[in-house]
C-alpha cells in the first residue's frame, strides 16, 4: 500500500509517498481501507521529530481516517461488517491506504456525510468532546473562551459549547477567522494580534469572565488568561504553540481565584479511556451531525489535497492559513 513517510526530522520537503507492507488486523483490530484522512498539529511536531508516536502505535503520520471495513480480525465482536462506512481516532497510521483499527475506536460516519467530510471529525471533534466534558465539566450557561477559534479544534469546540447551551468566546489572529468563528456560532471574537483579549472578554462578560479556557496557545498567553478566568475557572491546556514558559505570578493568581490548571493530550489516553469518549462523543454529540437536525453540527473543510501533495498540505498547515480541517485524499 502507499503511505506518506519521511526518513528523518525536517520540514515538509522530508516528506514523501512509498510502497509499504500492508497491516493486517490482530486480536480485536478491523482492517479499514482508508478514503480520507486528516492533518493535525501532532503531525508537523512528529514530523519534526517532537512528538514521537506512543509505544506500538505505527510510526505513520495519520490520527484520523475516514473509510471502509475490508476485513476483520480474530475475536471481533460482529459490529461491523465488510464494506460499513467508518471514521476513527488513531495513534498513528491515517496517511495510508489502509489502517488497522481497534473494534472499539470504529464511528459510523453519518448517512449523508461524504468520506472527505468524516475525516474532519474524529481528532477534533473528539479532543473537543473530552476537553468540555470530561475534563472540563461543561454546565449549562457558562461562559468557555477558545483559542484558535478557526482551527479544526476550535470550530468543533464552538458547535459543541452551544450545544452544551453554553457561551462560546473565541481568540483568532485574522478577522477572517474571527468571521469564521462568528459563521459556527461563536458569541463574541477577539483578535488576539491587536487588542488585550483579555479585557475584551471582561467587558462581553461585564466583568465577571470566563468559567473556562481551553488552551493550546500556552506561555504567551497566560497573564491575559488569568485576567480573564473567573473565580473558581477551569484552565484546559492542551497544546503549546508559543511554549510552555512562564515568567510572573502565576500561582497566586489562580490562588486568589480559586482556580485550577487541568491538562490534557487526546493522543497519550489509554485505549479505555479513549474508547470511553468515543462510545459517549457517538451517542451524545455523533447524531447531530445528521441532516435535519437541530442544533446540526457541521465539520470544516479547509481544503483537500491528494497524498501524493502532502508537503504542501504541510506547509499550509504551518503557515496557519488553514480555517478548518485540511484533509488529505487518498488515491482511489
Not at 478514503?35 to 501532532?42: E, I
Not at 519534526?48 to 503520520?61: E, Q, T, V
Not at 489502509?98 to 467530510?117: A, C, H, K, R, S
Request: net charge negative; proline share 5%.
Amino acid at each position: 500500500m502507499l503511505a506518506v513517510c519521511f526518513d528523518c526530522p525536517g520540514g515538509p520537503e522530508n516528506l514523501y509517498v512509498k510502497e509499504v507492507m500492508k497491516p493486517h488486523p490482530e486480536e480485536g483490530e478491523v482492517l479499514v481501507k482508508v478514503s480520507a484522512s486528516a492533518l493535525n498539529r501532532a503531525d508537523l511536531l512528529q514530523r519534526r521529530g517532537k512528538y514521537p508516536p506512543p509505544k506500538g502505535a505505527s510510526d505513520i503520520l495519520g490520527l484520523e481516517a475516514a473509510g471502509s471495513v475490508a476485513g476483520l480480525g480474530p475475536g471481533c465482536k460482529g459490529r461491523w461488517k465488510t464494506g460499513d462506512a467508518v471514521m476513527a481516532l488513531l495513534s498513528g497510521g491515517g496517511q495510508a491506504e489502509y489502517v488497522t483499527v481497534p473494534e472499539g475506536y470504529l464511528m459510523p460516519i453519518p448517512n449523508d456525510m461524504t468520506f472527505i467530510q468524516a475525516a474532519a471529525i474524529p481528532e477534533a471533534w473528539l479532543t473537543a468532546f473530552q476537553l468540555l466534558h470530561f475534563v472540563g465539566k461543561i454546565q449549562k450557561g457558562e461562559r468557555v473562551l477558545i483559542h484558535a477559534g478557526a482551527s479544526g479544534v476550535g470550530i468543533a469546540a464552538i458547535q459543541l459549547v452551544k450545544l452544551a447551551k453554553a457561551i462560546p468566546i473565541v481568540t483568532a489572529g485574522t478577522q477572517e477567522k474571527l468571521k469564521a468563528a462568528a459563521n459556527a456560532g461563536a458569541a463574541a471574537g477577539f483578535n488576539y494580534k491587536n487588542e488585550d483579549f483579555s479585557e475584551k472578554v471582561l467587558a462581553f462578560t461585564q466583568g465577571s469572565g470566563v468559567d473556562i479556557i481551553l488552551d493550546c496557545v500556552g506561555g504567551s498567553h497566560w497573564e491575559k488568561n488569568l485576567n480573564c478566568l473567573s473565580t473558581d475557572g477551569r484552565w484546559i491546556i492542551y497544546g503549546l504553540l508559543s511554549g510552555g514558559e512562564v515568567h510572573g505570578d502565576l500561582l497566586a493568581g489562580l490562588l486568589s481565584k480559586r482556580a485550577s490548571i487541568q491538562t490534557s493530550l487526546l493522543r497519550s489516553r489509554d485505549k479505555e479511556a479513549s474508547s470511553g469518549d468515543q462510545q459517549s462523543f457517538t451517542e451524545d454529540a455523533l447524531p447531530y451531525f445528521s441532516g435535519g437536525t437541530s442544533p446540526h453540527l457541521q465539520p470544516v473543510v479547509d481544503s483537500v489535497y491528494p497524498l501524493h501533495e502532502i508537503a504542501e498540505a504541510h506547509r499550509i498547515m504551518e503557515e496557519n492559513k488553514n480555517i478548518g480541517k485540511i484533509v488529505i485524499e487518498m488515491p482511489a
